[in-house]
């Protein structure tokens, strides 16, 4: 088969932010008549190459050329003017208007400044027609599910004459049988010439629809490979790496197993617990004193499984015991009763309120518990916060100084002392060492080792397999939504095992 | 290290989510307060330049008069209802009803006095007030379950109050303007207690209580959190929902304080016209003290200085011989001023995202 | 046809129910509006008289025009409490420079320039400074009536003749008449309703109040339609203020006090989400309708005082707003 010239190609691409280097010489090439993959972990620099690819970010480095011809765009709008168009995870419709107007608002066919509405159901129609998609162009957008919107966004996509198709994660939120219907839209724009980038989280999806994929890590290309030259568990290595942070102390330590705690009730346990379009009914038990650890790529249901444990989302079937007795949890707060914390994934927008200072954020929870009414005392709130930002060395170590100031490391440390003087049964930890400084993880690993070690139960999930590994007793395998495996943390578990988990589904 | 420490102090002061600004102006004037203040002692020193006996406080009497005790006195109801509107706003909401609450609260309480057989008695006064402040609570009680519990935007939940209450208002008083003669009732805003106006002595107890109550129990904090990040707050545990009744129904029962003290001011209950436009002028005495609309930290104190700011504005144009009706124009001026102070300018994005909950409606 | 007929759900709305969801708060304002007008025919004499729904228009023409301004700006998602202050504003212009001897030729335009120019300034600050729709129009309410008193604290009379006699033209049809007032006010529901549904500008603002995020990636001048809305409602505003001038025949400071509140409500009783990006220029129509109404039953009735106006204002409004809360939940 010869290779075709590249509808575009980036070259060398660098992109640097104050005190990060997001992307560091990447190439990125897309052929026409074929869907690319664009795959790799959080912070990999997936989201800053498109928003490079689709004007909203200027590279420092690099050239990109399209159609052979070089170009440099200013905006998003030149670059859908030059045939690069995107579909974002967040679809950017307006779900109050038609079908019609959303394929064709700021472009609506217009006589006299009237718009001629019959002509704009024609056009939207015929491109829908293009997606094999038959719907009422005059009902509402907001009335149909978000499978269908997702396909009139790519009909909007296409209505400028599109080279380059980007669809970011379009799948994330699609059920199974709708994702076959974008991929019959996605072959038939292929067979059309179209070169299509496809970002998703989902292996199976890669391996079914993509011809290509390039692999980045921590903001460098990994390689560009044919798929079917590219084995799953290649691919999981190429994405997670290999790379060891230096965390001496706890990589001495004793592989943490399972026989070495005493069985008995689990503290928390779920049987059969699920929620729809969110994640398949699992079942799964955290004993005192154990690390479960949660492993799978992004998106594959983590943080979903955390949810439904605290009470932040109901499931819908299924049954969580809590000491083997059932219950129901209404909320966060009877979870916490039942002594249950979260740190969630999304320190800003989920976990801190960052108009309060450290200290205030560090007695929330306490005092949610506790209920307006019943004050913790200042001297002890004083006492708690005080012996907590010393133990976690929580800098600047000034609780009255409001929490945005300070370092994600730091944020994080705060969140984690909110939850720890509530003296928490179990300790749900989401990512709590994603964006933070290599000396902050290594310090809350070893925190996470000492809860345990006290007898706290905790779930830990990360996205980094090293890391779940090292911390703990058994490991969860996720993979698209559904509790694939788990495995024990014997001597022969070691992280291709994870991997190869990952990568098939199934137990090894 | 005296800069970054006045800085922070600065920074748990100012609670806004703007950047901060640059570093040449001083710390003072980025203090959240300093606008306010500077501008409530221009506006006073500027009194003292027109009427040279302004600052002056005699005792007559054995009461306390001058002109400053004036604008105390004066400013006791709408420093009232700011005080309750911080409360609300200070969850992300707001209370567009307590005009009306001022209405009815009056007007019940002069048609209850209306009703006794010894108008003077203290004891039928307590009553009515006591009824007039129980159906106050009932109808902030009302406002917190349409924002709490049904989750109807607070300025439309409360728009409904705020349109209806004035026809209850004049259904009590049965459209007429009820007279009452009562001395115990007219005490509310004339009388003195120690020298001092008992409407000075009642707002400033009310305000001692609400920064008592928020600051020493937790419900100050919980309320800035749920206002501050209503997704984190939730997930911290904590309960909004009562929280958010308890703001309004504060809220409500400050305002209807407030109208017992319009009303007994002029000894009548006037459905229509008491306490008309004091919900604009509270939103803007707690947004003058630095609150944002937007919820989050609030400052009782900046509350009651936005109050005695719009008051002293009111008095400064009635001493300078302005019809007083003109006062609104300098209410615009200080309005668009203080917006455009506290803007900052021209940021080109596009910014303050709607929650996707009202977006997908 | 070809089409692949596919099996992703098709249009949420089943054919047995022959109304969109969107035009259900409409629906609800007119069977409203039919209920309570059988209501009143059935228990007043003379109700049924087709004048007495011409005397609606007539009564209530400004605040036509008032409310169709705030249509523009709610569909956006945004707020205007000035407009009442606007109105009374204009009435105070008008009669002031009619009382200078200004000949009406001038006196029209320069009135509807006024209020074009105080919305402006409004879109302005709330565009370019971020200044929340709440305050800035709040400073625009107190600014307008702060200068109505700055002119005069009193009524000002007019006396104009093309003032009086545009006042008090009857324009007969058959048996009844409307002013010409109703008639500018039907011209202007119109024009908007045009506006609204055919233009790209119109659409523009369904876009903004439906996700503001959205419009401007899609490519749509958030900021100058955002502008425009209010721009619009301030002329809306002082139109209304010279058709209250044609109906008052005075200027004062305390003309149309509480008018925004009237127009919120009618915009809203007319199935306008306050929300934005829903609702229909009919709908405001038919909420003004429904105000008028209350007031005119209450008439009749000739026991219930004035009051209760409110209060079923206040009724109809929660009750509205309930259905709409009903309605976008369960199209979330």
């Known amino acids: 088969m010869s290779e075709r010239e590249p509808v575009l190609v980036m070259r060398g691409i660098g992109k640097r932010f104050p005190g990060v280097v997001a992307l560091d010489g990447v190439d990125l090439r897309l052929f026409p008549g074929e869907v690319h993959a664009l795959m790799g972990e959080n912070g990999a620099g997936k989201s800053t190459l498109i928003k490079v690819l689709t004007g909203a970010y200027h590279h420092d480095q690099g050239d990109i050329t399209l159609g052979g011809e070089p170009v440099a765009f200013a905006g998003p709008h030149q670059a859908q003017q030059a045939g690069i168009s995107t579909v974002y995870q967040e679809i950017n419709l307006c779900p109050n208007l038609s079908v019609a107007e959303n394929v064709l608002i700021g472009r609506a066919p217009t006589r006299f400044g009237r718009i001629r509405w019959s002509a704009m159901r024609r056009r939207a129609e015929e491109l829908l027609a293009r997606l094999q998609l038959s719907i009422d162009v005059g009902s509402d957008l907001g009335a149909h599910s978000i499978a269908v919107q997702q396909l009139v966004a790519i009909a909007r996509a296409l209505d400028v004459d599109a080279k380059v198709l980007v669809l970011d994660e379009p799948t994330s939120s699609l059920d199974a049988s709708e994702v076959d219907q974008l991929f019959r839209v996605m072959r038939g724009l292929k067979d059309d010439g179209i070169a299509i980038l496809f970002v998703t989280h989902f292996l199976d999806q890669v391996y079914e629809i993509a011809d290509r994929m390039t692999v980045l890590r921590n903001g460098r290309r990994v390689g560009e490979y044919r798929t079917a030259e590219l084995s799953q568990l290649d691919l999981v290595a190429a994405m997670i790496g290999k790379e060891l942070a230096a965390l001496e102390d706890i990589e001495e330590a004793p592989r943490r197993e399972v026989a070495a705690l005493e069985r008995g009730t689990p503290v928390v346990s779920a049987d059969g617990v699920g929620r729809a379009g969110a994640i398949a009914p699992f079942s799964l038990g955290i004993h005192k004193g154990e690390v479960v650890g949660l492993a799978g790529l992004l998106g594959s249901g983590r943080t979903e499984i955390a949810r439904l444990l605290f009470g932040a989302d109901r499931s819908d079937q299924g049954q969580i015991a809590v000491d083997g007795t059932p219950v129901t949890f209404r909320g966060p707060q009877s979870a916490m009763r039942h002594g249950i914390a979260y740190c969630p994934e999304n320190r800003r927008t989920d976990g801190l309120v960052e108009e309060l200072t450290v200290r205030e954020n560090i007695v929330l929870a306490l005092q949610a518990a506790r209920g307006w009414a019943r004050p913790v005392p200042r001297g002890r709130q004083d006492e708690l916060v005080g012996r907590f930002v010393k133990a976690l060395d929580i800098r600047p170590a000034d609780p009255e100084l409001p929490v945005r100031n300070l370092s994600g490391g730091n944020q994080q440390k705060v969140l984690l002392a909110r939850w720890l003087i509530t003296e928490p049964r179990l300790m749900i930890l989401d990512e709590p060492t994603r964006g933070i400084d290599v000396g902050a993880k290594a310090e809350i690993q070893r925190l996470v080792v000492e809860l345990s070690d006290g007898g706290m139960a905790v779930l830990f999930i990360s996205a980094e397999l090293e890391e779940v590994l090292r911390l703990s007793h058994k490991v969860a395998v996720l993979r698209d939504r559904r509790l694939v495996t788990e495995l024990e943390n014997t001597d022969g578990l070691d992280l291709d095992r994870v991997m190869a988990a990952i990568a098939s589904g199934g137990a090894t | ?361 | 046809m070809t089409k692949v007929e596919t099996r992703l759900p098709a249009p949420t709305v089943p054919r047995r129910f022959p109304l969109r969801q969107k035009y259900l708060p409409v629906t609800a304002t007119a069977v409203l509006i039919s209920l309570m007008y059988g209501l009143g025919v059935i228990n007043y004499p003379g109700f049924s008289d087709t004048q007495i729904v011409l005397n609606i228009f007539i009564d209530n023409a400004f605040l036509l025009v008032v409310a169709v301004g705030m249509t523009f700006v709610i569909l956006t998602g945004g707020i205007d409490l000035s407009v009442g202050a606007v109105v009374a504003l204009t009435t105070m212009v008008v009669a002031l420079l009619l009382e200078n001897g200004w000949p009406a030729a001038v006196v029209l335009p320069v009135a509807l320039l006024m209020g074009a120019t105080i919305g402006l300034g409004m879109g302005l600050m709330i565009h370019y400074f971020e200044v929340q729709p709440f305050i800035a129009t709040l400073a625009g309410m107190f600014l307008a009536r702060g200068l109505c008193y700055a002119i005069s604290t009193t009524s000002i009379g007019i006396d104009d003749p093309f003032w009086v006699r545009v006042a008090n033209a009857q324009l007969w049809v058959g048996g009844w008449f409307i002013t010409i007032s109703v008639l500018v006010a039907l011209v202007v529901v119109l024009i908007a309703a045009y506006v609204l549904a055919y233009t790209t500008f119109g659409r523009d603002v369904y876009a903004v109040g439906g996700n503001p995020q959205s419009a401007m990636l899609m490519g749509l001048r958030v900021g100058r339609t955002r502008i425009a809305v209010y721009t619009i409602s301030g002329l809306c505003s002082g139109l209304g203020g010279v058709l209250l001038s044609f109906y008052m025949l005075s200027g004062y400071g305390l003309h149309a006090s509480g008018m925004e509140l009237d127009a919120i409500a009618a915009v809203v009783i007319g199935g306008t989400l306050l929300t934005g990006g829903s609702g229909y220029l009919l709908g405001t129509v038919l909420g003004v309708l429904v105000l008028g109404l209350i007031q005119t039953i209450i008439t009749f009735q000739g026991d219930l005082s004035s009051w209760w106006t409110k209060i079923f204002i206040g009724l109809f409004l929660f009750v509205f707003i309930v259905l709409q809360r009903a309605v976008t939940r369960r199209r979330r």
């Open chain 2, 1 to 361: 290290m005296a800069v970054a420490l006045a800085r922070r102090q600065m920074e748990r002061w100012r609670g806004s989510r703007e950047p901060r600004g640059s570093d040449g102006m001083s710390n003072l004037v980025r203090h959240r307060l300093f606008w306010p203040v500077a501008m409530l002692l221009l506006l006073l020193v500027g009194n003292l330049a027109f009427t040279p006996g302004f600052f002056a406080i005699e005792l007559r009497d054995g009461h306390l008069f001058g002109a400053l005790i004036d604008i105390l006195r004066q400013g006791a109801p709408l420093m009232l209802v700011a005080l309750g509107m911080t409360l609300v706003i200070a969850t992300g909401g707001i209370d567009l009803s307590v005009g009306a609450v001022v209405a009815i609260s009056g007007a019940l309480a002069c048609q209850q006095i209306s009703q006794l057989g010894d108008q003077g008695a203290v004891g039928g006064v307590l009553v009515a007030v006591a009824l007039a402040l129980l159906l106050c609570a009932g109808l902030g009680l009302w406002n917190g379950f349409l924002v709490g519990v049904v989750g109807i935007q607070p300025i439309i939940a409360t728009l409904i109050l705020m349109i209806a209450g004035r026809g209850v208002a004049q259904l009590i008083t049965g459209g007429q303007i009820i007279n009452v003669n009562s001395p115990p009732y007219k005490a509310i805003a004339t009388g003195f207690l120690l020298a001092v106006p008992v409407p000075v002595i009642i707002a400033a107890a009310l305000v001692a209580v609400v920064a008592l109550v928020t600051r020493r129990s937790a419900f100050g904090m919980l309320l800035e959190s749920v206002g501050g990040n209503a997704g984190a707050s939730r997930l911290a545990g904590i309960r909004s929902r009562q929280l958010i009744i308890i703001a309004y129904v504060a809220c409500a029962v400050c305002a209807g304080v407030a109208g017992l003290m319009v009303s007994s001011t002029v000894s009548s209950a006037d459905g229509n016209n008491a306490g008309l436009l004091i919900e604009l002028d509270a939103i803007l005495a707690v947004v003058i003290g630095g609150t944002s609309l937007l919820g989050g930290r609030f400052s009782i104190a900046g509350t009651v200085v936005g109050a005695l700011l719009i008051k002293t504005l009111d008095t400064t144009i009635y001493t300078i011989g302005i019809p007083p009706e003109v006062t609104l124009l300098f209410k615009a001026v200080v309005v668009v001023v203080l917006c455009l102070v506290q803007a900052p300018a021209f940021r080109a994005r596009f910014a303050r995202r709607r929650p996707t909950a009202e977006v997908s409606a």
